[in-house]
């Protein structure tokens, strides 16, 4: 239904900043909200942010909350996640995510999220 393709990972310095996009196809991308997850070794995937279809509602996990900045381009199909003052703790494959309810709702949970994406590697050294 909709297909995401994650980019902008890296190795970086604590402190440094970093931008991730992901571009989806498929869907009509303005009809779906979408999602930030990372997963560090040996964790559980956890949720970093999501925004609503039209951009205008946002939601962040207290780690990145201040730091990160998610947001969308519906006419680019994209949406992104802004990270500053990163910490070697943010070191994860992060993984954006489509929820396609077909209602309101900003949703947390993984299992919430229909399609994903492979993931990107974010590294950063102390």
């Known amino acids: 239904q909709v297909q995401l393709v994650e980019s902008g990972g890296g190795l970086v310095q604590a402190g440094d900043s970093l931008r991730l996009s992901c571009a989806a196809s498929g869907r009509t991308f303005s009809s779906y909200a979408m999602g930030w997850f990372r997963q560090a070794p040996g964790k559980e995937r956890e949720f970093v942010a999501a925004?609503?279809?039209?951009?205008?509602?946002?939601y962040y996990a207290d780690s990145v909350k201040g730091r990160f900045t998610i947001s969308r381009d519906n006419a680019k199909n994209t949406v992104y996640l802004q990270m500053n003052s990163l910490r070697p703790e943010d070191t994860a494959v992060y993984y954006c995510?489509?929820?396609?309810?077909?209602?309101?709702?900003?949703?947390?949970?993984?299992?919430?999220?229909?399609?994903w994406g492979q993931g990107t590697q974010v590294t950063v050294s102390a």
């Open positions: 925004i609503s279809w039209s951009g205008g509602i946002t």
């Open positions: 995510a489509a929820d396609l309810f077909l209602g309101s709702r900003i949703a947390t949970m993984d299992r919430e999220y229909d399609c």
